[in-house]
């Protein structure tokens, strides 16, 4: 199993940006792979996903704002957040996936975001 490393998180304000990266212990130039976040509470939701070929899909509430990228030579796999708002605050996990969206390999311990208002 690939293990995978999130890394980036930390406390901005309303408005700033961050950059998340996920380093993967092996090579995942063929999987789907997708950043997933969990606020306080709550469900852990799928944000952004990236195919092998570099197709990108977001949740509506990112969109325009997130962009998921991937490098495969170094396997890792970024998610650049901008115009960040207060409910994007949580722990931002990434993960392979499936066709829609869901998680198929091993949780990491992911990296929290807090956005302060």
């Known amino acids: 199993q690939v293990q995978l490393v999130e890394s980036g998180g930390g406390l901005v304000q309303a408005g700033g940006s961050l950059r998340l990266s996920c380093a993967a212990s092996g090579s995942i130039s063929s999987n789907t792979m997708a950043w997933y976040r969990q606020a306080s509470g709550k469900q852990r939701e799928l944000i952004a996903t990236?195919?092998?070929?570099?197709?990108?899909n977001y949740r509506g509430s990112v969109k325009g704002r997130f962009t998921i990228s991937r490098d495969n030579a170094k396997n890792t796999v970024s998610l650049q957040m901008n115009s960040l708002k207060p409910e994007d605050t949580g722990v931002y996990y990434c993960?392979?996936?499936?066709?829609?969206?869901?998680?198929?390999?091993?949780w990491g311990q992911g990296t929290q975001v807090t956005v302060s208002s």
């Open positions: 990236i195919t092998s070929a570099g197709t990108t």
């Open positions: 993960n392979s996936c499936n066709s829609i969206g869901i998680a198929i390999g091993s």
